[in-house]
C-alpha cells in the first residue's frame, strides 16, 4: 500500500523559507504513471494546490505561487521536496503531499500524505 | 486565474439526498474529481473522471456532468457524511493543472 509522508520544521519566521520534504513508501517514485504534488490548506480554509513534479524533475507550479516556489524531487532517496521563499503568516497552512495520477501535472489525487502544519510566526 | 464555484453549505436530514454542486467554465472539456475530508483528516478520493467511484467508495456516492456544472450525488445521506466535499478539476489552457472548488460543508440534520 502506498504511503506518503511529510516531515519538516513545524515553525519558520517571516522573511524565511519552508522547507519540506515528502517520503514515499510502498512504491516507486520513479514510475512512469505518476506525477507528486503539494498541496496546501491555511486553517478553516480551503485546499490550494502548490505544484506538481515528475521523476524526471518536469514541474507545473500553481502560477499564484510560482515567483516563491521550488519543487524537486530525489528518485535515489524516493522523496520529493518543497521550498517556499519569502513565507509570511499568509502561508501558515497544513500542507499535504499527494500522488497525481494523470498526465502532464493534471490529474486526480487518490493517494494523500497526512498532512503537517506550518505556522509562520516570529 | 481559473475558479470552480461550489455552494458553501449544503443541509439535509439522514436518509434524504444531498446534491452539490460545482460549476467551472472549462469542465465541459476537463474532468472534474471529488473529495471528501472530516475534520483533522486529509481529503479522500470520492469520484474520478466526473463519475466513477473508485473502490471501497459506497454506491450512495455518485457523480454527473452537464455543460458547465458538475454534480456529487448523495443518496440516503447518512450522519457520518457530514463532512467539507471539494471538486478539483484543471483550465482548458493547461495554465492552471490542479484547481480546487471553494469546499461545501454538508450538515446532516
Known sequence: ?122 | SYELTQPPSVSVSPGQTARITCSGNALPKQYAYWYQQKPGQAPVLLMYKDSERPSGIPERFSGSSSGTTVTLTISGVQAEDEADYYCQSADSSGTYKVVFGGGTKLTVL
Not at chain 1, 496546501?40 to 521523476?55: A, D, N, T, V
Request: proline share 5%; aromatic share 12%; net charge positive.
Open chain 1, 1 to 122: 500500500q502506498l504511503q506518503l509522508q511529510e516531515s519538516g520544521p513545524g515553525l519558520v519566521k517571516p522573511s524565511e523559507t519552508l522547507s519540506l520534504t515528502c517520503t514515499v513508501s510502498g512504491g516507486s517514485i520513479s514510475s512512469s504513471s505518476y506525477y507528486w504534488g503539494w498541496i496546501r490548506q491555511p486553517p478553516g480554509k480551503g485546499l490550494e494546490w502548490i505544484g506538481s513534479i515528475y521523476y524526471s524533475g518536469s514541474t507545473y507550479y500553481n502560477p499564484s505561487l510560482k515567483s516563491r516556489v521550488t519543487i524537486s524531487v530525489d528518485t535515489s532517496k524516493n522523496q520529493f521536496s518543497l521550498k517556499l521563499t519569502s513565507v509570511t503568516a499568509a502561508d501558515t497552512a497544513v500542507y499535504y503531499c499527494a500522488r497525481l495520477d494523470g498526465g502532464y501535472g493534471s490529474g486526480t489525487l487518490p493517494r494523500w500524505g497526512q498532512g503537517t502544519l506550518v505556522t509562520v510566526s516570529s
